[in-house]
């Protein structure tokens, strides 16, 4: 089983900055790819960014340039950096880990953390 722990959201200011963290934690074989999504009320979940194991990341067009992710393989934890935060960028962030074991490809989600930005 693996857990993951999320941290660092919050209210700012249009403008502003916030670091979200994601841990995980358990036993999860090889970490794969590490991601963030999120949710704005009354939308899809969509993706933000992603970062593989070679540390080659993926952004939605939306963030690219305002928002960096980065992992630490060492703590088994991914950031997400962002930057010049707008309203529409309110949502629930979601961490999303991708891990092997034996072969077996398995896909979990933190909990979510709620990230609002004020005009």
């Known amino acids: 089983q693996v857990q993951l722990v999320e941290s660092g959201g919050g209210l700012v200011q249009a403008g502003g900055s916030l670091r979200l963290s994601c841990a995980a934690s358990?036993?999860?074989?090889?970490?794969?790819?590490m991601a963030w999504y999120r949710q704005a009320p009354g939308k899809e979940r969509e993706s933000v960014a992603s970062v593989t194991t070679g540390d080659s990341t993926n952004y939605a067009d939306s963030v690219k340039g305002r928002f960096t992710i980065s992992r630490d393989n060492a703590k088994n934890t991914v950031y997400l950096q962002m930057n010049s935060l707008k309203p529409e960028d309110t949502a629930v962030y979601y961490c999303?880990?991708?891990?092997?074991?034996?072969?077996?490809?398995?896909?979990?989600w933190g909990q979510g953390t709620q990230v609002t930005v004020s005009s």
């Open positions: 999303n880990v991708q891990t092997t074991i034996l072969l077996t490809l398995y896909n979990y």
């Open positions: 358990g036993r999860f074989g090889r970490i794969n790819t």
